[in-house]
């Protein structure tokens, strides 16, 4: 049988990273290749504690089908922690719990996106939106990623270039993979370009909560007066990915399409885990254990980047950052970074080669992404002098 | 802001019976419109002991990401299970675990279909799956339902006349709504046929476990020696639909691309519930577990056939089924279908209109479905009497 695949997937691969992940799972390979969060981070004992009590009460309620637009008291808390914390969420938006946040990215562009239209994103940004996004023959733009944010000018000549727009797709926030945090003055005027030029804005924002240095910076949806924004939140990394509970807050016309798409995807997302974040969320101090979280993430960025002032040449340069998970290390000019990431796996240390983030894969790249959540401190450290040796030995 | 939606999604409305479950949430109201399972049929002691083990143990595992392939051991259990219960899955087959078999319907349309592209299926049909369909811009074609399955002439009839068929769609057994089960003869026939015009099945199991009479049928999978045969299976009404966990077994370069399209839609499916379900399928008698769920289905079956034949006019139909969750009633000639089913929610009693499963919505349609595992016996027979009363009222 020759099996012949829709237009919108024939030309879809793996993800890069996941692929990576099949050397990364060797027990003798150093994997900074992941985006996994810390283990030691995850409210383990607290998640087995609900879990009990949740089946000692009601189990029926646990077990049996529910609504699409996920468990009410769960939308409740998300809606009110947000408004409060962080302004987000007004009279006109409605919250719905997602499988993951990367399904918000899903939903948006299947009810927004016609194949051909335009989605306006970082360069680089996160590889799993971008082939959500190409999976419904969405053409993708790049717009350059600054020290605080995306090219503002290089954003508006695309919005002026391009006709049918259908959304600028940002992670505002320690940005996946090259660390970035978007400045509040480029946030404002974001927002302004969106709100001129008739176009929707999809905030990603799964690391916000994972500030370890610097002062908080206000949400883009924090503006959103006009109903131009979907805020795509996540409990992956403040709670725990396994449980893929994430959530979408939006204007409910959106809302509504949205939920019909995911009726038609799986129903609705694991009850039992959006009961745990519910609980978690309200019966314990979500705040301390986000506090706690912050200081696990302050010292794995401290380990790495001590080890990378010890280890790395200096014409090997790495972005500092202010939370989050990532590092974005970038070869001097003429470097062969596909080479060096090959020759990294070969030493036992697994980085994301930069260009499996591009819009376009095949653009010049000669940054590589290093995660430190996830290794020991021993593997961060020996990792970190691998690459350190190789740069020195290579570029 | 004046939203546009994408083509595909523009026309696609919430499903009916998600509609009506609002009514039916009202706890005044009977509902024997839901397609939950029997609460009493979820292992929930079970699953409460599984899952305290599993924290005890390596609560880690149960909450970082994994891969989008799902849990292996949960894999090799269902290609080893159905391989030797049911003669399903052969050398070039794989297994993908999903959020719920409502996933690999949307993976399999997203990988496969078009835009304009054509899917056979039974007419009634699951409604849940032929949105999923609509989502995708596939053109349905309905086959009649016949008391042992799809019109054959029909369906080979359809098969000559349109060119763009990427799939035929079958739920085989006791089949949601009309509870038909197809027969060996036809199951043989379909598959020739496919074979023969070259398409692909879709084949929809997701309650092939609850056969409380007559003899087991085998799957069209277990015919499946060409690689034509998609598989999906469910553990929603066999454990509990609230974990949404499902899968699919087919030939590995369709997996492969619709592992593809999974990591895009929600990277994984919670690892908790795919554990859960592979500890209950081998530390415990799952054989046993099923044949106590066929004895609580037979025992909720015989109540509602039991009231049908004491309440319901000789003049209202009611197909007799074999297993599963539903039964599909039909309405005397001339009698205005949906009136009843609005006069029945009046009278606190709701029942889904047939109309919501055709392939076209506004094709003449008589019949009601009756869902007869979640209320209580004492709910289901109050219903039944209420409808016959209604029936001998008004047709």
Redesign the interface.
């Known amino acids: ?1 020759d ?1 012949s ?5 024939q030309a ?4 890069a990273i ?1 692929e990576i ?1 099949k050397y990364a799972s060797d027990p003798g390979v150093i994997s900074l290749s ?4 810390a ?1 030691e981070a ?1 409210p ?2 607290e ?2 504690e609900i ?2 009590d949740l ?2 009460q009601n ?2 309620d ?7 637009e996920g468990y009410t008291p769960l939308r409740e808390t998300i809606a009110g922690s947000m408004r409060k914390k962080h302004r987000v969420g007004r009279e006109f938006d409605r919250v719905l719990v997602t ?2 946040a ?2 918000v ?2 939903l948006a562009a ?6 051909g ?1 335009v989605v306006l994103c970082e360069a680089p940004s996160f590889i ?1 939106a971008l ?2 996004f190409r ?2 023959n969405a053409r993708l733009r790049g717009i350059s990623l600054e020290d605080d944010g995306m090219n503002m000018e290089e954003l508006e000549r695309a919005l002026k270039e391009e006709t049918r727009v259908r959304f600028i797709y940002t992670i505002p926030n320690f940005q996946n993979p090259a660390g970035v945090t978007m400045s509040m003055e480029k946030r404002r005027r974001l927002y302004a370009l969106a709100k001129q030029y008739g176009t929707l804005i999809l905030e990603d924002n799964p690391y916000g909560d994972l500030r370890f240095h610097g002062e908080h910076v206000e949400a883009v949806k924090s503006l959103d007066e ?3 924004v979907i805020y795509a939140g996540s409990f ?1 990394k403040v709670i ?5 509970v994430g959530y979408a807050i939006a ?1 409910q ?2 809302i ?2 949205m ?3 995911k ?11 959006q009961r745990v974040c519910c609980e978690l969320m309200t019966r314990y101090d979500f705040d301390a254990h986000l506090e706690r979280l912050r200081g696990v993430y302050r010292k794995k960025y401290k380990t790495a980047m001590d080890a990378i002032s010890r280890f790395f040449p200096e014409r090997v340069t790495c972005r500092p950052v202010e939370g989050g998970l990532f590092l974005w290390c970038t070869l001097p000019e003429g470097a062969d970074m596909p080479a060096f990431c090959r020759q990294a796996v070969l030493r036992k240390v697994c980085v994301v080669p930069g260009s499996a983030f591009l819009p376009n894969e095949n653009d010049p790249c000669r940054s590589f992404r290093i995660n430190y959540s996830s290794p020991t401190d021993e593997q961060l450290v020996k990792g970190i002098e691998i690459l350190g040796q190789l740069a020195k030995e290579s570029c």
Chains 1, 2 share one sequence.
Not at 264 to 273: E, M, P, R, S, Y
Request: hydrophobic content about 35%; glycine content about 8%.
């Open positions: 049988m099996y695949f829709s237009d919108r997937v879809l691969k793996p993800s996941r992940f992941a985006g996994n969060p283990p995850f383990a004992k998640i087995a879990s009990a089946f000692a189990p029926i646990l077990l049996q089908y529910s609504v699409t499988s993951g990367q399904q990215m899903d299947k009810s927004l996106c016609n194949e239209d799993g082939n959500t999976s419904y006009d109903g131009i992956s725990a990915p396994g449980m893929r204007p016309e959106l509504q399409k939920v019909v798409c009726q038609g995807q799986d129903v609705h997302t694991n009850i039992w885990a």
